[in-house]
């Protein structure tokens, strides 16, 4: 025989359970799609604006999202522009398990082995090359079967099976596209050896046939990695091979920040 008072705990542990599995939904959400406002995560999960809310008013309490103003390129309507949620570096820690300081260690011991200063720095940026590359190898087939004008989402899909949760949109502005990486697994490395994202730059311009722009990275402290790719590239019809990583003539350039 059930007790009342048991159903009724067992009632409340399985709506505890489904709040908390709505709210790891939404928390997911801004993961694969980056900054959003409560109506994109809305729209997104087919969960109402109000809902949404407290469960991300819940998450920012637990530290796993933050408010930011949203930024708006072009011209700026009248009014306060909308807030969106991103999430904090707690809340990417809990989507996996990125050993930062075991590879951070690893890279100050190539550095200092290679007997720091500069030619420290240049062994860990052979190294992010040799990790990169071997990445790209991976990817290339995938990039070389697509039609030119379909390689930058080619990539992103390529990424995202890598835990990236990338996409590819047509850029604002100058005519191009944008390739956004909503996840990095090694964004708390990067913040210290900016070489990781150095590497992965030139390999999408190899991958692409173009050079790329880095526009803003999550190792930086930006919502999400931003590669402008100039529609160029559509041109194009020839993949580099990314693992020749040691020419210097790959163009890839920052917007005057430093690259992370």
């Given amino acids: 025989m059930e007790y009342g008072g048991g159903a009724a705990q067992r009632a409340a542990e ?22 959003s406002t ?7 999960l087919g969960l109402t604006q109000a809902a949404v809310r407290r469960h991300l008013d819940a998450l920012h309490a637990e530290n796993v999202v933050e408010p930011r103003d949203q930024r ?5 309507g009248r009014g306060r522009p909308a807030k969106v949620f991103a999430l904090t570096d707690c809340g990417r820690d809990a989507f996996d398990q990125a050993y930062d300081q075991l590879a951070a260690d690893a890279l100050h011991w190539i550095a200092e082995s290679a007997g720091g200063g500069e030619s420290g720095e240049a062994a860990v940026s052979a190294f992010a090359r040799a990790r990169v590359a071997g990445q790209a190898e991976r990817y290339r087939p995938l990039v070389e079967a ?38 990095c697994p ?28 880095r ?14 790719i100039p529609q160029a590239n559509h041109a194009s019809t ?5 693992s020749d990583l040691s020419d210097s003539s790959a163009s890839t350039s920052t917007s005057g920040r430093k690259p992370a």
């Fill in 14 to 35: 399985e709506q505890t359970t489904g709040e908390r599995r709505t709210r790891n939904r939404v928390a997911r959400s801004i993961l694969d799609h980056g900054p």
């Fill in 38 to 44: 409560a109506a994109d995560v809305a729209k997104r």
């Fill in 72 to 76: 708006v390129y072009g011209h700026r």
């Fill in 146 to 183: 697509a039609a030119p004008e379909d390689r930058a989402q080619a990539l992103a899909r390529a990424l995202s099976a890598d835990g990236y949760a990338a996409t590819a949109r047509s850029a604002p502005g100058p005519a191009g596209e944008q390739l956004c990486q909503h996840h």
């Fill in 186 to 213: 090694v964004a708390h490395t990067a913040e210290q050896f900016p070489q990781l994202c150095e590497a992965e730059a030139e390999v999408f311009s190899r991958l692409l046939g173009t050079h790329v722009q």
């Fill in 215 to 228: 526009l803003a990275t999550i190792a930086h402290g930006d919502g999400v990695c931003t590669t402008f």
């Fill in 238 to 242: 020839t993949v580099h091979d990314p």
